[in-house]
């Protein structure tokens, strides 16, 4: 976490809370980053050494942990790269206007493809592939700001659900068992809906109204029920205590 910076004009250095390591020096205009300036990794080694305008990295030159150059920008524009302290890459794409605009790919700090697809200002935007840590394909579809929009979602690579999201919530498709049967259908955000965990394993069956949770519904932890009963707008519907008399 960094130290907050507010209103900071001029030179000045930002610090880890946790273990007091230096991760920027350089120059700010109205608390943000403006001017030239240097990022670190934990080992101490450079990150990032340019010019930064309005807390983008704008002109300069990237580093890995290695201290090897990776990358270079010139007004807001390169290929872009971006690591995990131990060296394993954390995203890799196209940079447009200071931001991640473009194709590009994250990664598991094991290395692992996380996600691939079109970015718009730092944000998934049009097609694009989710996969789970161990590397199987969990969704592929469009992707709107940030969000989930219209695909296929897939457990152990058979596919569970296909059609439209609202905020990443299933609203309007159909869901499947592993044999391709269909076993629900919600439309409007409206049904009786699965869910399931990255691992296959049941995660919460129940009534959506809206794209959440409303109504009576079942709650799993690795295959064990954990909660069962009422929920309102995705959440768990907490019982009144009644009062005692007498």
């Known amino acids: 976490m960094y130290e907050l910076k507010n209103?900071?004009?001029?030179k000045g250095k930002e610090y880890d809370d946790y273990d007091g390591k230096l991760l920027f020096e350089g120059e700010y205009l109205n608390g943000e980053k403006n001017g030239k300036g240097k990022e670190y990794y934990d080992n101490g080694n450079l990150k990032f050494e340019g010019e930064y305008l309005k807390d983008l990295k704008w002109n300069g030159k990237g580093y890995n942990p290695n201290n090897n150059i990776v990358y270079e920008l010139k007004d807001g524009k390169g290929l872009f790269k971006e690591y995990y302290n131990n060296g394993e890459l954390i995203f890799e794409g196209e940079y447009l206007n200071?931001?991640?605009n473009g194709k590009g790919k994250e990664y598991h700090k094991y290395g692992i493809l996380l996600f691939e697809g079109v970015y718009l200002n730092g944000e998934s935007n049009g097609k694009g592939k989710e996969y789970s840590e161990n590397g199987k394909l969990l969704f592929e579809g469009e992707y709107l700001y940030g969000y989930k929009l219209q695909g296929k979602y897939y457990i152990n690579e058979k596919l569970e659900y296909e059609g439209g999201y609202l905020y990443d919530n299933k609203y309007n498709g159909k869901g499947y068992d592993e044999n391709g049967n269909i076993t629900y259908e919600i439309i409007n955000g409206?049904?009786?809906?699965?869910?399931?965990?990255n691992n296959g394993k049941l995660l919460f069956e129940g009534e959506y109204l809206n794209g959440k949770r409303n109504g009576k519904g079942k709650e799993y932890n690795d295959g064990k029920l954990v909660f069962e009963g009422e929920y309102l707008n995705g959440k768990r519907k907490r019982?009144?205590?009644?009062?005692?008399?007498?």
Do not use: L, P
């Not at 409206?190 to 965990?197: I, L, P, T």
């Not at 019982?239 to 007498?246: A, E, V």
């Open 7 to 10: 209103n900071i004009n001029g």
């Open 98 to 100: 200071g931001k991640i």
């Open 190 to 197: 409206n049904g009786k809906v699965k869910e399931y965990w």
């Open 239 to 246: 019982k009144r205590d009644r009062k005692r008399f007498g």
